[in-house]
């Protein structure tokens, strides 16, 4: 049976994502000092955290779950050194956009001193991605903290958004002639409950009063450093990323299951988008769905996970897509990616999401573009090397790159702008 063609709009931005503290290396900051804290505990807590009731596999599948080094980033991928040898992977896969991260810790690494090399340093990463053809998105803060910042109370602190505006007008003010799409903040509801309500990630608060006062910061964050762009360069797009699940009752006609999927959407969904004033476009990752039964168990189906036990469900992100199309503004897919070491299902989990992703389109929502995450194997925060989310697969003893199967399934895809199903 003859397959069918499903053509992307002209101008579909194609690419992959990464963050500079998984993958660069050489890192100092907040995250670099809790990893050697925390990786004994990490390696020594893995086995009830990973044993096959909770993901579905075998912790002994991924042995290195119980080393030490896993939980420490170290030299990462090498991409510091190697991003020319990582964008010519880029673009061979037929990518035509790439998101990258700046390291804070890097560029400011004492309060209100710029590191001159260090910000040449990533002038010549973006022009290698433009050099390459592929169009730059990068963000600004992807979770880590420079230390003098941590030790004044981080995302809680008072100074944070002021620290924030400093530094994002800096940045604007190197880069406006060769950074048009610009992101702000990286998944603000996700640090925010993992590190001040679960207390998982540092600074490990469980403290929702606290939370509540970063969730503001981080708004006003983006506030500041959305006006400081723009009176850089008024043609600059801004946005800020916003991790979105997909909810829905696990009664369809149950109204406490309704009620339950209703707060849930506002708090992880909603709440954080309501305290931004102003965007340019809408940047969104998509990985979860949660079936919700009254008063906020879930109860997922289950039937095709990722190696982190994740469920895959491709539907999810055209009901948020949907949902999306009430803003009247441009959506980028900025992170959609699974953890699959052996590459068995992520050819299939592209092709599904784009599926929707272009039915989502042909009912008018305004996707302009889709980022894999990720180009390459890299430091999954605390749970360290172990899943695999690359198109990329990375040795992380030689440093070896090796293309996966999937990355050239997707190339076809980047290349004739089109799916066929």
């Known amino acids: ?106 560029i400011e690494p004492k309060e209100g001193e710029f590191n001159e090399k260090e910000i040449e340093h990533y002038r010549k990463v973006i022009e290698a991605i433009r050099a390459r053809g592929m169009e730059p998105f990068v963000t600004l803060w992807h979770w880590t903290l420079p230390l ?37 903040l990286n998944e603000p509801t996700a640090v925010t409950s993992m590190g001040y309500l679960s207390g998982v990630w540092p600074p490990q608060k469980k403290n929702p009063i606290l939370a509540l006062r970063v969730f503001k910061n981080l708004g006003r964050s983006h506030n500041a450093a959305y006006k400081e762009i723009h009176q850089v360069s008024s043609s600059a797009q801004v946005g800020f990323v916003n991790i979105l699940n997909y909810f829905d009752p696990f009664k369809k006609k149950s109204y406490l299951d309704k009620l339950s999927v209703g707060l849930a959407n506002y708090f992880s969904n909603k709440k954080f988008f309501n305290l931004t004033n102003n965007n340019d476009f809408l940047a969104v990752d998509y990985y979860f769905h949660h079936r919700l039964k009254f008063p906020a168990k879930e109860n997922n189906a289950n039937r095709n996970i990722t190696d982190l036990g994740w469920e895959i469900y491709p539907e999810g992100i055209y009901h948020i897509l949907k949902d999306y199309k009430k803003f009247n503004l441009p959506i980028f897919i900025t992170e959609n990616g699974l953890a699959d070491a052996k590459d068995e299902k992520r050819a299939k989990f592209i092709r599904e999401h784009l599926l929707w992703v272009h039915k989502a389109i042909s009912e008018g929502v305004d996707v302009h573009g889709y980022f894999h995450w990720s180009l390459l194997d890299n430091f999954e925060w605390d749970k360290g090397f172990w899943p ?33 199903i």
Request: aromatic share 14%.
């Open 388 to 420: 695999r989310f690359g198109l990329v697969e990375i040795d992380y003893e030689t440093l070896e790159r090796k293309i996966r199967p999937s990355a050239l399934e997707y190339k076809k895809i980047c290349e004739t702008n089109t799916l066929k």
């Open 148 to 184: 003098w910042l941590s030790e004044i109370g981080g995302v809680s602190s008072k100074k944070f958004p002021l620290c924030f505006e400093r530094y994002s007008q800096k940045m604007a003010k190197e880069y406006s002639n060769i950074v048009k799409y610009w992101l702000t």
């Open 1 to 106: 049976m003859e397959k069918k063609t499903l053509k992307f709009p002209d101008g579909f931005l194609w690419g992959a994502a990464t963050s500079a503290h998984q993958i660069e290396g050489g890192n100092t900051n907040d995250w670099s000092e809790w990893e050697k804290k925390s990786a004994e505990r990490l390696a020594k807590g893995a086995e009830a955290k990973w044993q096959a009731r909770k993901t579905g596999q075998p912790s002994s599948k991924f042995p290195e779950m119980f080393d030490q080094k896993n939980y420490i980033s170290g030299r990462a991928c090498d991409h510091y050194n190697r991003y020319g040898e990582d964008f010519d992977i880029a673009k061979s896969l037929n990518l035509n956009a790439f998101r990258i991260s700046i390291e804070w810790s890097r």
